[in-house]
Nanobody
Framework: QVQLVESGGGLVQPGGSLRLSCAAS????????MNWYRQAPGAQRELVAG???????NYADSVKGRFTISRDNAKTMVYLQMNSLKPEDTAVYYC?????????WGQGTQVTVSS
């Protein structure tokens, strides 16, 4: 019922910036939460940032002050602005959406921070 398409990943130098985008389509009226997760090689998938239907946000301590999550009014797009990137931020980043009792995932986009 909800389809997600991600973009914006790539290779960046330490200290650089990237903006990830996730486009949602389908039954977007029922979306109550939009999130970004990431998974580094050999690590567990972790919540990076989330935003509720009311606009409240939350962040992992490791990215607080560097990353910003945002969405459009129609809940068709969610973004993750990533600044001051560190090698430890290297991971596959996944868009995640909750829509009335179901969870949907994007395909993932690779972010590599390396000199």
């Amino acid at each position: 019922q909800v389809q997600l398409v991600e973009s914006g990943g790539g290779l960046v130098q330490p200290g650089g910036s990237l903006r990830l985008s996730c486009a949602a389509s389908g039954s977007t009226f029922s979306i109550y939460a939009m999130n970004w997760y990431r998974q580094a090689p050999g690590a567990q998938r972790e919540l990076v940032a989330g935003i509720t239907s009311g606009g409240s946000t939350n962040y992992a301590d490791s990215v607080k002050g560097r990353f910003t999550i945002s969405r459009d009014n129609a809940k068709t797009m969610v973004y993750l602005q990533m600044n001051s990137l560190k090698p430890e931020d290297t991971a596959v980043y996944y868009c995640n959406v909750g829509a009335w009792g179901k969870v949907y995932w994007g395909q993932g986009t690779q972010v590599t921070v390396s000199s």
